[in-house]
């Protein structure tokens, strides 16, 4: 992307959110309950080095935007969307590779050949974002005590150990499928059903981000050309079949097929935006290009899962 001036850096879009269905949840008035855990964050840090910008997730560092030297020439830049005005002080950028494109030389190049219906398609989950999942969510956490709302996020992510054992089993990865196995039966008895990490917190046993789509990179199938989704946001031909295999090891999808499921999933998505609704709010205030953001933040995390 060839960027001309502008009146500052963008620090991006950091979060690729899948954007949800939007039917409301029951929503109860909680105010007591208390489990011993910490608040999870997608984004748990962001740090400037030097000339760089990283932020930090619970399994992977991603290399945002380098700074750009000022300049005193005129304050428009060219993105792919168009010229962009600006009237405070202007920054001259270079022709520069992405700038989230990170440090990593092994880092494929995202094929974009879709990227007017993507752009599209955004827009449109964004839209459906600021007007329904966002105000949602946000009354969600407001009602919903925050012991509770990390209880459910435990139990959801309990549920969801037949999908990290088959993957970690398909790459061989005996310690992870160990590290399931464990943790399933700690919190699913001492844990109340996954209500607490026990596991974590006691036993110091990490939780598995694993998938589909992650035991299919680990064997060198490509990610195909990157795709987003109605509703669910940032996808690739790779991720959208992981997602398939996924959904059919899914408990819900098993044992409470239909309507059912369907509420435990808008449940779980309303509860998992109601902890970050405030993050991504402010950092997509600062974006360039909300599109590339999204677009290079999904490439490189999904890409850093696979190699971890």
Same mark, same amino acid.
């Given at each position: 992307?060839?960027?001309?001036?502008? $009146?500052?850096?963008?620090? %991006?879009?950091?979060?690729?959110?899948?954007?949800?269905?939007?039917?409301?949840?029951?929503?109860?008035? #909680? +105010?007591?309950?208390?489990?011993?855990?910490?608040? !999870?964050?997608?984004?748990?840090?962001?740090?400037?080095?030097?000339?760089?910008?990283?932020?930090?997730?619970?399994?992977?560092? @991603?290399?945002?935007? $380098? =700074? @750009?030297? =000022?300049?005193?020439?005129? *304050?428009?830049?060219?993105?792919?969307?168009?010229?962009?005005?600006?009237?405070?002080?202007?920054?001259?950028?270079?022709?520069?590779?992405? !700038?989230?494109?990170?440090?990593?030389?092994? &880092?494929?190049?995202?094929?974009?050949?879709?990227?007017?219906?993507? /752009?599209?398609?955004?827009? #449109?989950?964004?839209?459906?974002?600021?007007?329904?999942?966002?105000?949602?969510?946000?009354?969600?956490?407001?009602?919903?005590?925050?012991?509770? /709302?990390?209880?459910?996020?435990?139990?959801?992510?309990?549920?969801?150990?037949?999908?990290?054992?088959?993957? +970690? &089993? @398909?790459?061989?990865?005996?310690? $992870?499928?160990? =590290?399931?196995?464990? /943790?399933?039966? @700690?919190?699913?008895?001492? %844990?109340?059903? %996954?209500?607490?990490?026990?596991? %974590?917190?006691?036993?110091?046993?990490?939780?598995?981000?694993?998938?589909?789509?992650?035991?299919?990179?680990?064997?060198?199938?490509?990610?195909?050309?990157?795709?987003?989704?109605?509703?669910?946001?940032?996808?690739?031909?790779?991720?959208?079949?992981?997602?398939?295999?996924?959904?059919?090891? +899914?408990?819900?999808?098993?044992?409470? !097929?239909?309507?059912?499921?369907?509420?435990?999933?808008?449940?779980?998505?309303?509860?998992?935006?109601?902890?970050?609704?405030?993050?991504?709010?402010?950092?997509?205030? *600062?974006?360039?290009?909300?599109?590339?953001? #999204? =677009?290079?933040?999904?490439?490189?995390? /999904?890409?850093?899962?696979?190699?971890?």
């Amino acid at each position: 992307m060839r960027i001309m001036n502008s $009146k500052k850096t963008s620090k %991006g879009f950091l979060l690729s959110v899948f954007f949800l269905v939007f039917w409301l949840a029951p929503f109860s008035l #909680v +105010s007591g309950a208390d489990f011993d855990s910490e608040v !999870p964050n997608f984004v748990t840090d962001i740090t400037e080095i030097g000339e760089d910008v990283f932020a930090q997730t619970s399994e992977v560092t @991603i290399k945002l935007e $380098k =700074r @750009i030297p =000022r300049s005193t020439d005129d *304050s428009s830049i060219e993105t792919a969307q168009g010229i962009v005005k600006s009237s405070q002080d202007p920054q001259d950028y270079e022709d520069m590779e992405d !700038p989230f494109a990170g440090d990593s030389e092994d &880092l494929p190049i995202m094929s974009d050949p879709l990227e007017g219906y993507n /752009r599209w398609m955004f827009g #449109v989950n964004e839209t459906i974002y600021d007007n329904v999942l966002e105000p949602v969510a946000r009354g969600y956490r407001d009602t919903i005590h925050e012991n509770l /709302r990390i209880a459910l996020k435990n139990v959801f992510s309990n549920a969801m150990a037949p999908v990290k054992l088959v993957s +970690s &089993l @398909i790459q061989l990865d005996f310690e $992870k499928s160990g =590290r399931v196995l464990a /943790r399933t039966l @700690i919190n699913t008895t001492f %844990g109340i059903g %996954g209500l607490a990490d026990v596991a %974590g917190e006691e036993y110091d046993i990490q939780d598995v981000n694993e998938d589909f789509d992650q035991a299919m990179g680990y064997y060198g199938v490509p990610t195909g050309p990157y795709v987003v989704l109605p509703l669910f946001g940032p996808s690739t031909a790779r991720n959208i079949i992981g997602r398939a295999a996924d959904s059919f090891m +899914s408990p819900t999808f098993l044992f409470a !097929p239909g309507s059912v499921s369907v509420g435990l999933s808008v449940e779980e998505n309303i509860n998992d935006a109601s902890f970050i609704v405030d993050d991504k709010k402010q950092l997509e205030e *600062s974006a360039l290009d909300e599109y590339e953001s #999204v =677009r290079d933040f999904f490439h490189q995390y /999904r890409h850093g899962l696979v190699k971890k």
